[in-house]
């Protein structure tokens, strides 16, 4: 069974410019999440899909969004990027909701915003 | 609200040693508590969760962990490291009344020839 798969894997961007990227969870998966990591701040939760709805939602501001298809395919999007933003996105899936389930992540997409 | 803590930013171990990397955690409820490993470049992998049941966990690669409830700990051992082993290692901790997983802030484990 293929892992959760993000595309693109590495870009750069320019500062203000608006980013989108994209991952398709393991195949019968129907929970996408998405994280950032920086060196600094680690790993922080950004938001959750589940049957196209968003379930959570971290604590970042409203230039981070993401959608939900209905083939569980996923999307975020950065807009009006800050030299803050270059970080690894992490999306990860998992079969159904709640606490016990295990979330299985993708190789993540780097983001250099220069 | 939940928290983790890994207190060691950094683990030395010989190649062929036990090795532990601590992980502590704070909940309302009941604690849901996972590790995963990453290398270089790359994303997370899962290693083992505690869900309920037995109080010591057996997970991939030979790890295992150990739920204490009165320590609030869910530390990560090997009973002989490899230097394959070394990688970045995070301890997370999900509550039943909230599904947001929160990461600790990792531990950087390298395993020395």
């Known amino acids: 069974k293929a892992g959760v798969t993000q595309t693109p894997r590495y870009l750069i961007k320019t500062r203000g410019q608006q980013v989108t990227l994209s991952c398709s969870p393991i195949s019968g998966h129907r929970s996408v999440s998405w994280y950032q990591q920086t060196p600094g701040q680690g790993l922080q939760f950004l938001f959750e899909y589940f049957s196209e709805t968003q379930r959570n939602k971290g604590n970042f501001p409203g230039r981070f969004s993401g959608r939900q298809f209905s083939n569980s395919r996923s999307e975020m999007n950065v807009s009006t990027l800050e030299l803050g933003d270059s970080a690894l996105y992490l999306c990860?899936?998992?079969?159904?909701?709640?606490?016990?389930?295990?979330?299985?992540f993708g190789e993540g997409s780097w983001l250099t915003v220069v | 609200a939940q928290s983790v803590a890994q207190p060691e930013d950094q683990v030395n171990v010989a190649e062929g040693n036990p090795l532990t990397v601590k992980c502590t955690y704070s909940v309302s409820g009941n604690p849901y508590l996972f590790w995963y490993v990453q290398y270089p470049n790359r994303g997370l992998q899962f290693l083992l969760k505690y869900i309920t049941g037995d109080n010591l966990v057996k997970g991939s690669y030979g790890f295992e962990a150990e739920f204490n409830k009165s320590q609030t700990s869910f530390h990560l051992k090997k009973p002989s490291a490899l230097v394959s082993d070394s990688a970045l290692y995070f301890c997370?901790?999900?509550?039943?009344?909230?599904?947001?997983?929160?990461f600790g802030k990792g531990t950087r484990l390298h395993i020395l020839p």
């Open positions: 990860a899936s998992s079969p159904g909701q709640g606490a016990r389930v295990t979330i299985y």
């Open positions: 997370a901790v999900r509550d039943e009344g909230d599904d947001k997983i929160i």
